[in-house]
């Protein structure tokens, strides 16, 4: 995994609640057996709208995702996070994340970083203002900068961690598998097998 | 102090716990299907991994699959290629698997308990949001990424920070032809979509220990429908006579033994929970989401709601684009809405009961005109249960489809979809834009509110047909 300390980049205001993973890649696109290629499933009901802020021509080069609270709820498609990815995005900042979606962002590189509300409205407006608007979050820091917006970002210590060091997380936790082969043989003889 | 459930089951499987790190919890059953898992095996291919127990791990096909004409080949070849790599996957890593013609084969979250797999105490992981299903047991149970599910393949175990626990009290009787699919509706209408994020919520009590476990497991499906990680209920008599004989129950002194220690897995009664919500069991009534977040829902007695009694200007919109993609307008009884699909089946309703609820509804009686009907057991044994039961037959002549097990249309990854613009009565979990079919229109309903509905036409409980003598 590459390591994220900071990025800079245009920003997409996204003025939508409760924005679910049906609707960053709807289950169609679910049926590929790579972890590439779905960029195109990424909003794509939403895309077939020409209006729709993605298919604007000054928002063309976006990597950062202004959203609304309650972002990435429902199914737990690891597939939204690819998509997000795979169309060019490094960050997401919400007031709100759903648990698993956030989860599956710390695994594959995807900042998802918590900022208040208060803050979003002010990106919303200073992006729609000025498209080209420099946004930089700062994952050392931990912060946004954006002009004269600077606000603190919410990042878990260990994900901030694992992110900045690029690590792998199997690779760690196969560090400690003689702890797992010890917690086996204390396992009550009565727990089920699937064989 | 005391600790809660949900305390006493992590805590039972911390492998490894240091200072600053998350814990590294133990897990007891990993479930695969076709779509989360390839990308999965694929990872552990190129670092050279094994599946570290295959013998607490198995696969289903389920999502993809068609529901008719199953002894032929998947006519989607994209659809075909997944459920293929699952089978080769599974060959390759040495990973049970029921493929579609298996008898064990159904939904994920159907086969797992009905074989007596999931027992309290556990964790189950799978990468679907719906495993919290299994917390019905009394079971740490919840939906994981592709990620983290080839981290499991590969270590057993998952790195974990603590969940919150919150408490949601059901007290009283739940009055007639109230189920456990309106209670769960009302509790994500009172919390919201995002009221259980970060949570394992514990629901307890009287109105839900009066439940049988299938719809315990229909409560703890939707936990998810609130934001939270995982739903759980105690374990108790009615949990240890569900299990008892089934294929992966404990046997004789195990049994006892495993009783014994089941027996402990209850909140204490010192123990403090994160947040408490509290629902008078006796005030529910059927209940029906209108928008396009299972959120969204009210009593079917109700109407419409308008996007001017929104408390603020984000909710309004909110309210005012949903009333635009389902295509109702403020004020509306929510009796008045019609429909043109019925759907029973899924993960949250696809079980016997279910069915058995559906086909006392629809005995003597026959689906509208207007509306096509499916119904769709959860799993192959439920199928030749309800057909033991003579509820096929009961189906068949009301004028409604017959299916073989799938996930069919709760999600549309397979045949069975909506059409642009059609409306649908679903027994499912998820009324997200395009859930059931590009543009389709989903209202989430319980299985005596869909076979009524579909025979009137329009939402409508079953104490709103003219009786048969």
Same mark, same amino acid.
Request: charged share 20%; proline share 5%.
């Given at each position: 995994?590459?390591?994220?300390?900071?990025?800079?980049?245009?920003?997409?205001?996204?003025?939508?609640?409760?924005?679910?993973?049906?609707?960053?890649?709807?289950?169609e696109?679910?049926?590929?057996?790579?972890?590439?290629?779905?960029?195109?499933?990424?909003?794509?009901?939403?895309?077939?709208?020409?209006?729709?802020?993605?298919?604007q021509?000054?928002?063309?080069?976006?990597?950062?995702?202004?959203?609304?609270?309650?972002?990435?709820?429902?199914?737990?498609?690891?597939?939204?996070?690819?998509?997000?990815?795979?169309?060019?995005?490094?960050?997401?900042?919400?007031?709100?994340?759903?648990?698993?979606?956030?989860?599956?962002?710390?695994?594959?590189?995807?900042?998802t970083?918590?900022?208040?509300?208060?803050?979003?409205?002010?990106?919303?407006t200073?992006i729609?203002?000025?498209?080209?608007?420099?946004?930089?979050?700062?994952?050392?820091?931990?912060?946004?900068?954006?002009?004269?917006?600077?606000?603190?970002?919410?990042?878990?210590?260990?994900?901030?961690?694992?992110?900045?060091?690029?690590?792998?997380?199997?690779?760690?936790?196969?560090?400690?598998?003689?702890?797992?082969?010890?917690?086996?043989?204390?396992?009550?003889?009565?727990?089920?097998?699937?064989? | 102090?005391?600790?809660?459930?949900?305390?006493?089951?992590?805590?039972?499987?911390?492998?490894?716990? *240091?200072?600053?790190?998350?814990?590294?919890?133990?897990?007891?059953l990993?479930?695969?299907?076709?779509?989360?898992?390839?990308?999965?095996f694929?990872?552990?291919?190129?670092?050279?991994?094994?599946?570290?127990?295959?013998d607490?791990?198995?696969?289903?096909?389920?999502?993809?699959?068609?529901?008719?004409?199953?002894d032929?080949?998947?006519?989607?070849?994209?659809?075909?290629?997944?459920?293929?790599?699952?089978?080769?996957?599974?060959?390759?890593?040495?990973?049970?698997?029921?493929s579609?013609g298996?008898?064990?084969?159904?939904?994920?979250h159907?086969?797992?308990?009905?074989?007596?797999l999931?027992?309290?105490?556990?964790?189950?992981?799978?990468?679907?949001?719906?495993?919290?299903?299994?917390?019905? *047991?009394?079971?740490?149970?919840?939906?994981?990424?592709?990620?983290?599910?080839?981290?499991?393949?590969?270590?057993?175990?998952?790195?974990?920070?603590?969940f919150?626990?919150?408490?949601?009290?059901?007290?009283?009787?739940?009055?007639?032809?109230?189920?456990?699919?309106d209670?769960?509706?009302?509790?994500?209408?009172?919390?919201?979509?995002?009221?259980?994020?970060?949570?394992?919520?514990?629901?307890?009590?009287?109105?839900?220990?009066?439940?049988?476990?299938?719809?315990?497991?229909?409560?703890?499906?939707?936990?998810?429908?609130?934001?939270?990680?995982?739903?759980?209920?105690?374990?108790?008599?009615?949990?240890?006579?569900?299990?008892?004989?089934?294929?992966?129950?404990?046997?004789?002194?195990?049994?006892?033994?495993?009783?014994?220690?089941?027996?402990?897995?209850?909140?204490?009664?010192?123990?403090? *929970?994160?947040?408490?919500?509290?629902?008078?069991?006796?005030?529910?009534?059927?209940?029906?989401?209108?928008?396009?977040?299972?959120?969204?829902?009210?009593?079917?007695?109700?109407?419409?709601?308008?996007?001017?009694?929104?408390?603020?200007?984000?909710?309004?919109?909110?309210?005012?684009?949903?009333?635009?993609?389902?295509?109702?307008?403020?004020?509306?009884?929510?009796?008045?809405?019609?429909?043109?699909?019925?759907?029973?089946?899924?993960?949250?309703?696809?079980?016997i009961?279910?069915?058995?609820?559906?086909?006392?509804?629809?005995?003597?009686?026959?689906v509208?005109?207007?509306?096509?009907?499916?119904?769709?057991?959860?799993?192959?044994?439920?199928?030749?249960?309800a057909?033991?039961?003579?509820?096929?037959?009961?189906?068949i002549?009301?004028?409604?489809?017959?299916?073989?097990?799938?996930?069919?249309?709760?999600?549309?990854?397979?045949?069975?979809?909506?059409?642009?613009?059609?409306?649908?009565?679903?027994t499912s979990?998820?009324?997200?834009?395009?859930?059931?079919?590009?543009?389709?229109?989903?209202?989430?309903?319980?299985?005596?509110?869909?076979?009524?509905?579909?025979?009137?036409?329009?939402?409508?409980?079953?104490?709103?047909?003219?009786s048969?003598?």
């Amino acid at each position: 995994m590459e390591s994220f300390v900071r990025h800079t980049g245009t920003a997409l205001p996204l003025r939508r609640s409760n924005v679910d993973t049906d609707q960053i890649i709807p289950a169609e696109y679910l049926k590929r057996i790579t972890r590439h290629g779905f960029e195109d499933g990424l909003f794509a009901a939403w895309r077939k709208d020409p209006g729709f802020v993605l298919n604007q021509p000054h928002h063309a080069d976006v990597s950062i995702l202004v959203a609304g609270p309650d972002f990435g709820t429902g199914s737990s498609r690891e597939h939204a996070v690819w998509a997000l990815q795979n169309y060019g995005f490094k960050v997401v900042l919400s007031s709100r994340f759903a648990d698993i979606f956030r989860g599956n962002s710390g695994k594959g590189g995807l900042l998802t970083a918590h900022v208040d509300q208060s803050v979003i409205e002010a990106l919303w407006t200073a992006i729609e203002a000025n498209p080209d608007l420099e946004v930089t979050v700062d994952l050392e820091e931990r912060e946004v900068r954006a002009d004269s917006i600077v606000a603190p970002i919410d990042v878990d210590d260990y994900v901030r961690w694992r992110l900045m060091e690029g690590l792998d997380d199997i690779g760690i936790t196969l560090a400690h598998v003689d702890a797992i082969s010890t917690f086996e043989t204390q396992r009550s003889s009565f727990m089920p097998t699937t064989a | 102090m005391g600790r809660t459930l949900a305390e006493k089951v992590w805590e039972s499987h911390v492998v490894r716990r *240091f200072e600053g790190e998350p814990d590294l919890l133990y897990i007891d059953l990993h479930l695969v299907h076709e779509v989360t898992s390839p990308q999965a095996f694929d990872g552990l291919r190129l670092s050279g991994r094994v599946v570290r127990r295959t013998d607490l791990t198995l696969a289903t096909e389920d999502h993809n699959i068609p529901t008719i004409n199953i002894d032929q080949p998947i006519a989607d070849p994209i659809s075909r290629a997944q459920v293929e790599a699952l089978r080769t996957n599974c060959a390759e890593f040495g990973v049970p698997l029921y493929s579609l013609g298996n008898i064990e084969q159904g939904i994920v979250h159907v086969v797992g308990p009905q074989l007596g797999l999931t027992q309290p105490g556990m964790t189950v992981v799978c990468g679907d949001s719906h495993t919290s299903t299994h917390g019905a *047991f009394g079971a740490l149970a919840f939906g994981i990424g592709t990620s983290e599910v080839e981290h499991v393949l590969a270590t057993q175990t998952l790195p974990l920070k603590p969940f919150k626990t919150m408490a949601i009290t059901v007290e009283g009787d739940l009055p007639a032809g109230v189920t456990a699919k309106d209670v769960i509706l009302a509790v994500i209408a009172k919390i919201g979509t995002g009221g259980g994020q970060g949570y394992v919520l514990e629901y307890r009590g009287s109105a839900i220990e009066a439940l049988s476990i299938e719809g315990r497991m229909t409560i703890c499906n939707m936990s998810i429908e609130a934001g939270a990680r995982a739903g759980m209920i105690a374990p108790d008599d009615t949990t240890f006579e569900y299990l008892k004989g089934r294929d992966h129950a404990p046997k004789d002194a195990e049994w006892d033994a495993a009783v014994e220690y089941w027996r402990t897995l209850r909140t204490d009664d010192d123990a403090t *929970f994160d947040a408490e919500v509290i629902l008078d069991a006796s005030a529910l009534s059927p209940f029906v989401t209108w928008g396009t977040n299972p959120g969204q829902g009210l009593p079917l007695s109700g109407s419409v709601p308008s996007p001017a009694d929104a408390a603020d200007e984000g909710e309004r919109a909110a309210i005012a684009h949903a009333l635009e993609y389902m295509g109702l307008t403020p004020g509306m009884p929510l009796r008045d809405i019609a429909v043109d699909t019925v759907f029973v089946g899924s993960c949250t309703n696809g079980r016997i009961e279910d069915l058995r609820a559906v086909a006392e509804v629809l005995k003597g009686r026959t689906v509208a005109s207007s509306v096509r009907m499916l119904v769709v057991p959860g799993s192959v044994r439920v199928r030749h249960q309800a057909q033991a039961e003579g509820l096929d037959e009961i189906f068949i002549a009301a004028g409604a489809e017959w299916r073989e097990a799938g996930c069919s249309m709760c999600l549309a990854m397979n045949p069975d979809k909506l059409a642009p613009g059609e409306r649908s009565a679903s027994t499912s979990n998820r009324n997200f834009e395009g859930r059931q079919g590009p543009g389709g229109r989903t209202h989430l309903v319980s299985p005596a509110v869909a076979a009524a509905t579909a025979v009137t036409g329009h939402l409508a409980a079953p104490s709103d047909l003219v009786s048969i003598a």
